[in-house]
């Protein structure tokens, strides 16, 4: 990447440069499902001026989305992280068939060292299996550029383009150039077409012909466009690298001679050979999967790669130098911080209801979302967890293999957003396949886990526009759920006694937890009471230590302290409640027998 003139330059995250580019390629609609890291693409998208941005119910609606919007001559983006590919996979692979009118680009943004996923993917294999060429950035600059190139690439070449992204090109800043809106050649309308556009047998038959086609033309483009460049260096050692990866590569081996590959898919065989011609030793240097390697020992070229670079986690540069060199570089010793552990917020409504799971011995089948920290201790609230919208199925599942064995114990439990998701199909599973199961929709209000984006039941579109709500008792019963209970979590004892009852029925049933997350703004508005320990009445049980609420502290004492606090001399110590961190939610009072957890006064 050529270093651009201080003109226009502006600091912007990978994220933010992708939504620029798609803003400067004269995209029109774009559709997503929030996902770290992928989430901030639409986020910036959606500030400007004249497009359309959208959150869709989840990520292969989005991509429907952006195909309508391509058919209609329009440019359209369609943004995801990596597992959301998944789940966008079936239209995906048809619209690499019927090809595009407006350029049509989907990001599939790979979390690498799993930072908030549950699962390491590497999304490339997208691309070879779906036939869907691939572009991949190695920094901001190029996340821009690339981006436009992807829009102009996916007209020319009639074809969707993917653009990969991993966690650290997502979220680092780098210097971008601006450049201005361009107007794309495509005339907006509807032209009939459906040979191309109905895939029906007999023209996705003919469409296949075209997609090999298509491959080859795009392997003619790998070789000569530029896209993918030689850095000439040394001959003893030459690396073929993309993505991030390449990052790492030029800061560990500065002299190395080395192939960027910009483009994942497909590659270009003859640059690889030439360049494999050029070094001495070849090493392929990549995050996650042996993808490139693969290939290149395909092409029958001696190369190393996985057995030098590991194949989980993200890469660094010293990672990168080691695992070439062989040599340990010494570091200093790393400096001691305090540990984190991830925890729900204080005053997370979450945390009552897993309370009061645990208090009931439940099974519980949980989903993707904040409250997946519940499975962590103290509250220890979680016995299985897939992915997104699988609670519901799972818990069905796990029903129907005890049979009554099961009956009394096990619940789901999904948040609002990963309902509409993906988990309405699995509570419309039990009620027509005559199941038992307690489904628990945690209803806060918002996607919370990616950072409080609005979705289908939260009355609020990206673009800030009032929307319909949806009703999600309505929604149930119209499934045919006749037992649907709203709760508020954070009274417990109510909260417990519907839960022992519906639980107990043999019958589908819903429990909605209804109370907004802590971080909205709205709450965080709200003028609080806070809560406190009255020192002379708590005589250290705990009890209240067990909500795992990161206000309650524990303060240790030595029996001289305890003695002179006037306490009894085994009494090891006693709580405080943080009043910078309490949210007022009420959960620990009633837990404490003794009465000492009250309302502050001031
Ligand atoms: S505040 Fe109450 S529940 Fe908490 S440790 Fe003290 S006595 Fe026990
Ligand atoms: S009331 Fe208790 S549980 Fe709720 S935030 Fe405050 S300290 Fe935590």
């Known amino acids: 990447m050529s270093v651009p003139s201080r003109e226009n330059l502006v600091l912007l995250s990978g994220n933010e440069a992708v939504a620029r580019g798609a803003f400067e390629a004269g995209v029109k609609v774009a559709s997503a499902y929030p996902g770290t890291p992928s989430t901030e693409i639409l986020e910036n998208f959606a500030n400007y001026e004249g497009v359309y941005a959208e959150w869709a119910p989840n990520e292969k609606v989005a991509v429907e989305v952006a195909i309508g919007a391509s058919m209609a001559g329009v440019r359209a983006l369609s943004t995801m992280k990596h597992v959301g590919v998944n789940v966008a996979a079936d239209p995906i692979f048809t619209v690499s068939y019927t090809g595009v009118r407006g350029g049509l680009v989907i990001v599939a943004a790979d979390d690498p060292e799993m930072h908030s996923s549950q699962n390491e993917q590497d999304s490339r294999h997208y691309a070879v299996a779906a036939k869907i060429p691939m572009l991949e950035p190695s920094d901001s600059a190029e996340a821009l550029a690339f981006t436009r190139l992807a829009f102009e690439l996916s007209e020319r070449f009639d074809t969707p383009f993917f653009l990969r992204s991993t966690t650290r090109i997502a979220h680092a800043k780098g210097a971008v150039k601006l450049g201005l809106p361009v107007v794309p050649p495509v005339v907006p309308g509807i032209v009939r077409d459906p040979a191309k556009w109905v895939m029906l047998p007999m023209n996705a038959k003919r469409r296949h012909v075209l997609v090999e086609e298509r491959t080859q033309a795009l392997v003619e483009y790998a070789e000569t466009s530029g896209i993918n460049r030689v850095e000439p260096g040394s001959r003893e050692l030459g690396i073929v690298t993309g993505g991030v990866a390449y990052q790492y590569v030029k800061d560990a081996f500065p002299e190395a001679s080395v192939l960027k590959l910009g483009m994942a898919w497909p590659l270009p065989e003859k640059l690889i050979r030439d360049f494999a011609s050029t070094v001495d030793r070849l090493v392929v240097v990549e995050e996650l999967d042996p993808h490139i390697e693969q290939h290149v020992k395909a092409l029958g070229l001696e190369a190393q790669g996985k057995d030098l670079i590991p194949i989980c986690g993200e890469l660094d540069p010293k990672i990168v130098r080691e695992g070439i060199t062989g040599v340990k570089t010494a570091l200093r010793a790393p400096e001691t911080v305090p540990g984190r552990p991830p925890n729900l917020c204080p005053g997370c409504p979450h945390r009552g209801l897993f309370f009061v799971l645990n208090k009931l011995k439940a099974v519980v089948s949980g989903d993707i979302g904040c409250y997946t920290l519940a499975a962590l201790p103290p509250l220890n609230g979680m016995d299985l967890c897939v992915c997104m919208g699988a609670s ?139 809560y406190e320990v009255l020192p002379d009445l708590c005589v250290g049980c705990k009890a209240c230590s067990k909500l795992g609420c990161p206000a309650i502290e524990w303060v240790p004492f030595t029996p001289e302290d305890a003695a002179l606090a006037g306490k009894k001399p085994t009494q090891q110590g006693m709580t405080r409640i943080n009043p910078l961190m309490c949210d007022g939610c009420n959960q620990c009072p009633p837990l404490c027998k003794f009465k000492a957890i009250v309302g502050k006064k001031s």
């Open 392 to 530: 519901i199925g799972a818990a069905h599942g796990i029903e129907k293999a005890l049979g009554k064995e099961a009956h009394g114990k096990v619940v789901a439990v999904i948040g609002d957003s990963t309902f509409l998701h993906s988990g309405i199909t699995g509570l419309i599973d039990i009620v027509y396949n005559r199941g038992n199961s307690t489904v628990i929709i945690l209803d806060n209000h918002i996607t919370a886990m990616t950072g409080a984006q609005e979705n289908p039941s939260t009355g609020k579109t990206l673009q800030g526009e009032k929307t319909h709500e949806i009703d999600f008792v309505a929604l149930c019963r119209a499934i045919g759920v006749e037992h649907v209970y709203p709760v508020n979590p954070h009274d417990m004892a109510a909260t417990e006694e519907v839960l022992r009852r519906e639980i107990a029925r043999e019958a589908p049933s819903v429990v909605i937890t209804q109370a907004p997350c802590v971080l909205l703004p709205d709450h965080r508005r709200r003028v609080k009471h806070v």
